[in-house]
């Protein structure tokens, strides 16, 4: 695990904990640190400060993803607007937590990450994985997916997907017609519930939504207020 946070006593106090945890962390004061070794020793997850000096956590994320780098990343924030929170999921980060935080939450944030992604071996401990999948091609509502490429494409137009936004697609895919409630899509895509509070799961699927669009084709991803959305193709 590679954290970076430019803040000297949270930086020490969050790898220390994260070590007792079962971690192997590497830590580091900056974003040029962080990309440094983000490119020596490429890690399962990277943990990043929003706020820090010269490149920023946002900076640090927006240029792993450029270079096609999917590794799990968590955002550390002291910035508590939705529109900065949005401003992270944009850059290609995959969750936040918002300083101050409990160690706890990160503890579950991270396992969350770690489960979906199936990576584990930067941590000691075990991380339980998903059910793999064995059929390599799903469609529906003239959507198609193929799981081994984690490739998809709206007829014969290729979608541009960030992994929890195939995985999101995926599910909707896979239940389609199906009316998914908000806490079953929480649990199957992040592993947890984020609490009704929680913009995460609109911002994503707004995301859908916009790069689904099609001009005078049908809108795919439908809401059932109250309860939460399903795939049909009206």
């Known amino acids: ?23 192997q962390v590497t ?41 096609g780098d999917r590794t799990p990343i968590l955002m550390l924030t002291a910035l508590v607007e939705t529109a900065d929170r949005i401003a992270g999921l944009d850059a290609g ?8 935080f409990d160690v706890e939450e990160v503890f579950a944030r991270l396992r969350a990450l770690l489960r979906r992604t199936g990576s584990g071996n930067g941590a000691l401990v075990d991380v339980p994985k998903e059910p793999q999948h064995t059929d390599r091609q799903i469609e529906a509502a003239g959507l198609r997916m193929d799981m081994q490429a984690r490739r998809a494409w709206r007829g014969g137009r290729e979608l541009e997907l960030t992994r929890t936004e195939f995985e999101l697609l995926e599910l909707l895919v896979r239940n389609a017609g199906i009316v998914l409630d908000h806490s079953t899509i929480y649990d199957r895509i992040w592993g947890y519930d984020f609490g009704p509070g929680s ?10 939504r916009r790069k689904l669009d099609d001009p005078g084709a049908p809108a795919l991803i439908h809401t059932v207020r109250g309860v939460g959305y399903v795939l049909r193709e009206d």
């Open 93 to 100: 980060a995959d969750d936040y937590v918002v300083k101050p």
């Open 1 to 23: 695990m590679l954290l970076a946070e430019d803040d000297r006593a949270i930086r020490h106090a969050l790898e220390r904990a994260l070590s007792l945890e079962g971690y």
């Open 199 to 208: 913009k995460n799961l609109a911002v994503y699927v707004g995301y859908l």
């Open 27 to 67: 830590a580091v004061a900056d974003g040029v640190e962080a990309l440094a070794q983000a490119h020596r020793t490429p890690p399962d997850v990277l943990v990043l400060d929003v706020m820090m000096p010269g490149i920023d956590g946002l900076q640090v994320c927006r240029v792993l993803r450029a270079e």
